[in-house]
């Protein structure tokens, strides 16, 4: 399984970007999925995930009602649409999938994440 995050840039604050997290080697239709990230700091945070359904999504506090999640299983592809980008939402951003098929729960714990791509990087300037 690889995961090819892409998508990131460098925005002024209050501005979109749109992260795509392609996948091969497997579907994805039977699998969560997740969005982290990591800035300056040594800890990756978890940013959002959906659900192996599409219907369920879960995000941080820190971007609630500005990120969205979604995914497209014909193109085997997860999205997070960011808008109102902030400086604080600077960072190295990774995609992640799960290993097992309809697994729920758990969704900001790093550890029950087993498939991560490499990392896309977003800058928001002030």
């Known amino acids: 399984v690889q995961l090819q995050a892409s998508g990131g840039g460098a925005v002024r604050a209050g501005g979109s970007l749109e992260l795509s997290c392609a996948a091969s080697?497997?579907?994805?239709?039977?699998?969560?999925m997740a969005w982290f990230r990591q800035g300056p700091g040594p800890k990756r945070e978890f940013v959002a995930a959906?659900?192996?359904?599409?219907?369920?999504?879960y995000a941080a506090d820190s971007v609630k009602g500005r990120f969205t999640i979604s995914r497209d299983n014909v193109k085997n592809t997860m999205y997070l649409l960011m808008n109102g980008l902030q400086p604080d939402d600077t960072a190295v951003y990774y995609c992640a999938m799960r290993e097992e098929p309809y697994s729920l729960g758990l969704w900001d714990d790093l550890s029950s994440w087993a498939y991560w791509g490499q990392g896309t990087l977003v800058t928001v300037s002030s």
């Open positions: 959906i659900a192996w359904n599409g219907r369920d999504t």
């Open positions: 080697g497997r579907a994805i239709r039977q699998y969560g």
